[in-house]
């Protein structure tokens, strides 16, 4: 099951929303960040899982808006979903391993600049994720969706340690 299907039918287990509300709620908790949820699929994926069983319309066209309602069946679905996540590691999939497997094909002085960029990049992105968690608690986000912040800046902050090692690798022409 996509993690996109796991978000959409645990939101609605707070009680029936239409996907507005369910796409401003992934989007205080920032999830297309940690989840990689596309929001353009989230009206797909609730009128699919509708037609599935797993989600009933509550509503036809509140201003227009459907209201979906989660079924006993979107529950058990969650739940199987949610406890899949728990016990089974699955790979993380970050294009960047891409890069480190060919960096051998650059010139030592282009990947010295692209690490130095990354380094950059990298410091920005752990800085955003921080005042996320500061941010969004005043939004009424739930506490603990501030740890799926923090992993992603823990995530980020290994990945920033490895390459502030590794510069001085490549400048002492000792990687790749």
Do not use: C
């Not at 989840?35 to 899982?49: D, R």
């Not at 970050?94 to 960096?103: I, N, R, W």
């Not at 282009?110 to 130095?116: G, K, N, Q």
């Amino acid at each position: 099951m996509s993690s996109t299907r796991v978000l959409l039918l645990g939101v609605l287990l707070d009680g029936p929303l239409h996907g507005y509300e369910v796409r401003r709620r992934l989007e205080l908790w920032a999830a297309d960040r940690w989840a990689n949820v596309a929001y353009g699929s989230i009206y797909h994926g609730l009128s699919k899982m509708a037609d599935e069983g797993l989600l009933r319309r509550a509503e036809e066209g509140r201003g227009g808006k459907t209201v979906y309602e989660i079924t006993e069946a979107g529950r058990a679905e969650f739940m199987a979903g949610l406890m899949n996540y728990w016990w089974e590691i699955k790979p993380i999939v970050d294009p960047f391993q891409v890069a480190l497997t060919f960096m051998d094909r650059l010139p030592a002085a282009d990947l010295v600049s692209a690490m130095e960029a990354r380094i950059e990049q990298l410091g920005a992105e752990i800085g955003m994720f921080r005042r996320a968690v500061a941010a969004k608690r005043s939004h009424g986000a739930p506490r603990h969706i501030d740890e799926t912040l923090r992993l992603n800046a823990a995530l980020l902050e290994a990945q920033l340690r490895w390459i502030e090692g590794a510069i001085g690798q490549v400048k002492n022409g000792e990687l790749p």
